[in-house]
């Protein structure tokens, strides 16, 4: 009897097992209807879905999936716009592309798992979600691709020392002025995916770097006592204070997200402004939040609000928050009679505006984005240019370069305001197709050629830390001063009234002051000055600490040359021409090898103090050595190497030349902008129709010339009426008929002044006809 | 909507004009030679065939005599402009296009040139057109009077929508309204120029 109770009692437990998962818990929970939101004061849960408690040695950091399980269902929340990239069988309108932008390379490569044009699949580069996931995790709010499962792992990657990067929750709902995204990105750069949730919502401090462990190390392995200082592993140290006698923590859930957080990875801003003086949204100005329009329910399908969006996503709902829903309500036939769309928000005149424009362009043309001028606005994004992430380093980057407005014909035929980048990436071609390359790849293959200023950089820093020199070593090239900065490249300034000179003078910054790293002395002299002497040596030994260095070091000065022999200062005789300025250089097999080369000369002169990071030579060069590659390889003939900037692809003709042609992969990617919103006041057509159409109308006819990071004068120059598709020469006939509207207006005033005048005096006199009047008189 | 309105009044208007010329010429001459003993449809070819063969003479009967030299081509131009203005924005209306691109910019410019001229047209004509003067006219005569003040009005009206339509005052719900009532104003110009003209032209004297 017992043993059947037994056998019943398991049978029923294995049968219940599966609905006492944390996900089988998970109902739909219908809003009951009330409009407060939750205390949250819940217990935290790791990721094998244990309570934590703070005080029992090494807790493990919290984990969304089963810290919000009980009540949200995490399996519906990862479907969400944000954490379903990869998944998504939707795209919609194209988005804000991640940028691979790599300086050194001069890479600034569109990426994006949605099928969007222009933008490259992260997978046919041969990025895994892993290496993604390091290159952009800053930025992203884990889950999806971050998240994945151990059949979606590649082998290269370290999912089980790092953990696995869950949705961060807190990251959009914490309203604690504690939630740090910059403590987010730390964590994420450190490989402390696990950890990165918890250090950002300032629960816990977390310690230590998963980048640092070796491949090996797993969750159970625990901390390694034997390692304090290095590879330490992470751990995260909670704030008691935070946990009730339960070990329930208080989450400050904000009942609607606060702007801030939206901010974090949306922000768009122009470059080079003040921070006082940069635009604001009028609908965040008047108070109204991001996700007031930007909505969803527990599915985190976020609306994004644009037309067409209700055709995409098939849901006739998210209509109502767009512009058009908003401010001229469902049922456009009414025309703002039944007031306008959701909560009153006003109907638009648009006094004086043909309908056609209403038409053909989406509101966002006239009310969105900077007021279109000759010059494209310069603008810097969170995203594309790692902006919001604080600390002593500057995170931020000037690459890549994203202007806007281009006004652009979407799929739906309307003309919307887009932002615009230009691609710049190397690549190889194999007939038409066109597989972008690695910037690791190309770093590996071009060597010093891509690696001038940091190798110059790294002299003059060796100088300075194995030397007792006063000052900053520096050089001085072309009137120019050229030091070595925090970020391991180099600064340059202006040195003064000295004229510039095509050589290299080595050099010492001391109180804004440039001075010969060794003053002036006679070489040939028959009693050398001692002092000069031991500082000959004493650089002489710095620079010997250079990493790789291609031979000894030496100094040259006239027939002279010294160099350190056995630990003493040896003066042997110049093999060279006589130099008319020490400077140092490298002895290889008693073969002179400058210090600073010519081609280094040159492409220092060229980019430092400039945003472009690369000169036609080097990509001259790059291309030379891997079609070496592609030739001691035997790869087949119809493969080509190139580098894209500026809208032109580059290549090496028969002779070895650079040339440069367009390219469809060369292209400008673009993507619909949606913010800042302007006031009507400052609405484009609020001056009258000039404002876009005239014979110069910035509108239609400003440049958008390509540019990238590559020096060159080839880059593609085109107008904004090509985006649009229309004709530059209508464009300009009809902006030019503008000039002469006011006295057509008169004519056509005084025409139907004249033509109704007659009319009326005609019916007034049959009126006095038909009445007897005139008839009388006469 | 608009569309059928269109074709169905048009239609209609051809239609009863000349089936009324059909039937008017077949009392006129009934057994006189050349006169229309056939159907309806082939008379109706008949005339259209001769209209094209006898265009010059039209014109030299229309124009050169009707008009002196000065006044002349104030009435050609308003012609020209009219067919041109009549055949893009119906053809446009039509086909179901909003009217765009060079088309848009002759009717613009045409428009104009349309509007001066009919203020002309009116100045030089409206005296021969008053209803007060010519008590005795026959009902022939006094419907083309008023086809031809129904055409100016309809072109004053098409004058002054065009000219709401480009100042910055009107809101764009009143501006749609504004443009119905071009687009109506045009089939009213037009179905009264087909009318004056079928009219004036048999007592043309």
New interface residues.
Partial sequence: MKHKILLVGIILGLMAAPFLSPQAEQKPQPWDGSRTTAVHLIPLKDEFDQPIVPTVPNPLPYSTRYTCAPCHDYSVIEQGLHFSATAASQHGRPGEPWVLADFQTGTVLPLSYHDWKGMWDPQELGLTFWDFTLLFGRHMTGGGMSEPEIKETSPESRWNVSGRLEINCMGCHNASRMQSHSEWAKQVLRHNFRWAGTAASGLGEVGGMASRLPGTWDIYDGPNPDDTEWAVVPFVKYDRESFDSKHRVFFDIAPKIEDQRCLACHSVTQAGVKRYTAAEDIHSAAGIKCVDCHRNDVSHAMIRGYEGEDIDYQNSEVKEFSCQGCHLGRDLKK??RNGSGRLGAPY?????????H??RLSCTVCHSGPVPAREMTQVRTSRANRLGIYGVAQWSTAWPSIVEPVFVRERSGKISPHRLMWPAFWGRMEGEKILPLEPSLIQQAAGYILTVEEDVARILTTISLYSEIEGIPVLVLSGKVYEPNVDGRLDVSSVGDEAPSGKAIWAVKQEGKVSPIIPEFDPDAETPDPDIESRIQMLLESLAMVENPPGRPALIYRKALYQITEGYLEKVENPEEPAEKAGFVWVQDGRIIPMVTDFQVRTMTALVGYEQSLTEEQVKEVLKVLSQIKSSSGQSPNQDYFYISGGRMFRLDAEGSLFSAPHPAAEPVVWPLGHQVRPAQQSLGAN?CKDCHSAGSAFFFAGVDGVGPLKTQSVAQSSAHAFMGLSKP?QK??GL?FTG?PA??V??????A???S??LI?IL??L??LSGI?EKRR | MYSIIFIVSILTLLLTLSIHRFLETKSRAPGASGAPSSGYFSWALRRVLFSVKRLKQSYQKWIIKRYKAGERWVFICLALTYGYLAASGFVFSLAGI?L???FL?LH??L??LF??C??LA??FR?RF????TQPSASSRKRLSILLF?VF??S??LL??T??C?????????T??DI?AIHRYGALASLLSAISFISFSRVDDS
Wanted: with cysteine.
């Fill in positions: 025309k703002g638009p005149k648009h006094a004086g505006i043909p309908a056609v209403f038409e009258g209508y006939l009809f008929s509207r057509f207006k004519i056509l005033f005084a025409a139907a004249l033509v109704g007659l009319i005609i006199l049959a006095g006809k005139i | 909003r765009q691109g060079v910019l613009m410019l428009g104009g509007a001066v009919l203020s009116v100045v409206a057109y008053r209803f007060d003040w100016m009005a072109g004053c004058i002054a065009a000219l339509l480009m100042l910055p005052i009107f809101s764009l719900r501006q749609l443009f």
